[in-house]
Every structure is written in C-alpha cells, then in structure tokens.
C-alpha cells in the first residue's frame, strides 16, 4: 500500500465567516489541555471552506548536515465531499514546482522539464487527506483516530503568536516506519501555522504567514500551467 506525502514539493511513494485578521499575542482561546484545543479545531472545521498561505519549508538531513529550503504559496479548499490542495514552489526559481492534488490523484508538474509526474492515491484518498489537512482545516478529535497526541504547553513563536503546541505519533506501524512523530503549533484560529515532521535523524519543518480562512481564492490556483509538449509521467 502506498501513501503519497506532500511536503517539501517532492512526492514521497513511502509514506502537510473569513477570518484573515491578525492572530493576538496575549489571548489564545484554549485552557491549557490538549480537549479545549482539539474542540478548537472542531470548530475551525466546521467553518472550513479554503486557505491560502505563503510558506518556507526546510529540510534538514543529518547525513549531509545541510538544510534545503524552499518557498512558495499553498491553497486548500472544499469541494463537495473532497478536499484539494494546490502549492506553487517558487523560490528557489531554478527548482520551480506546481503541486495539485485533486481527484484522487498528485500531480507534480516542473516547468523547468516541462514534465508532469501523476500519482494514483485513490485507494488511499482517506488517510492521504487526514496528513494533508493536519492543523489546516482538519478536526482536531479525527487526529485522534490515526494519532497518540499530547499537548505540550504554549509557546510564543517569532513574531509574538501565542501557540498551543501538540505532539503527534502515528498509530500505524507502516507510517512509523517513514516518519518518527509530529509536531504542530495551533494558534488561535485552530489553525497549524507552524509543522514538523521527524523521520529518523531527518527534520522536515513547515512555516506559514499571511494566512487567509474561507476568502475568495484566486480563479487560477488549482490550475497547473502545462502545454501542449508537457510530458506526462503516469506512477
């Protein structure tokens, strides 16, 4: 069984009312437990239509000691009963990436190859959305179902957001193998503005800014700019 992973832009065959004001620094709305966040995301949940947010993802790899980092925007939005998620990688512009997922399938396109990489994930549709919407719209009591979770206390990021901070094991054998646990910070939208992912001695971590909940995403998110000599790779 294969599970993809979108995360750094790469596809991984082993197996992240509008409400776009400013977050406070001094009045998060949880009690300190991790019920009261949970219940939080529930209702974050609830109201989810979309999402749009810039990022920075880093990728350390001990066996190297280097970190590859890359930036872009990413969208999510309902549609009907699925969930779809676009990401544009821009920076850096030599390495440029598209990422849809959509339909029960992947798709990676690279202007730079002009090649478009498909990946089948409808056979596990289900456990794939529950890793992408992670603290992004997912429910917070539903994590429970494929997690062990504790809450760890608050801390404050850069910037001053007040964050609750939640460690996550997964229950599955198979996807303990590939990532270790998970970490995610949740402020007070119910929102993950910041993830982290162990594999082994390896780190994935995911930062998010500018986030803006159930606005008008742009007509051509979900588009991915291929042409009539894209190559297409069917996985």
Not at 41 to 49: G, I, S
Not at 115 to 130: A, H, P
Not at 175 to 203: M, P
């Amino acid at each position: 069984m294969v599970v993809a992973f979108v995360f750094t832009g790469v596809i991984q065959p082993e197996l992240k009312a509008a409400q776009s004001s400013p977050v406070s620094a001094t009045a998060p709305s949880w009690n300190s437990s991790l019920e009261s966040v949970l219940n939080l995301m529930d209702r974050t949940e609830k109201e989810f239509r979309g999402a749009e947010a810039s990022f920075v993802w880093d990728q350390y790899q001990k066996v190297v000691d280097e970190t590859d980092t890359q930036k872009g925007k990413i969208y999510f939005r309902r549609a009907g009963k699925e969930v779809q998620m676009a990401a544009n990688i821009t920076d850096p512009a030599n390495d440029a990436k598209d990422v849809l997922f959509s339909g029960g399938k992947i798709q990676l396109y690279q202007p730079r190859s002009n090649q478009l990489d498909v990946y089948s994930t409808e056979k596990n549709q289900e456990e794939f959305e529950s890793f992408l919407l992670l603290g992004f719209g997912g429910g917070g009591h539903e994590m429970l179902k494929s997690f062990d979770i504790k809450y760890l206390g608050q801390e404050k990021l850069p910037g001053g957001t007040i964050t609750a901070k939640l460690a996550l094991v997964p229950k599955s054998d198979r996807i303990r193998n590939n990532f270790d646990h998970f970490v995610l910070w949740i402020d007070a939208r119910g929102i993950s503005v910041q993830q982290q992912i162990f594999s082994a001695s390896d780190y994935k971590l995911a930062r998010y800014s500018n986030i803006k909940l159930n606005e008008k995403l742009p007509n051509n998110a979900f588009t991915l700019k291929t042409n009539s000599s894209t190559t297409t790779v069917k996985h």
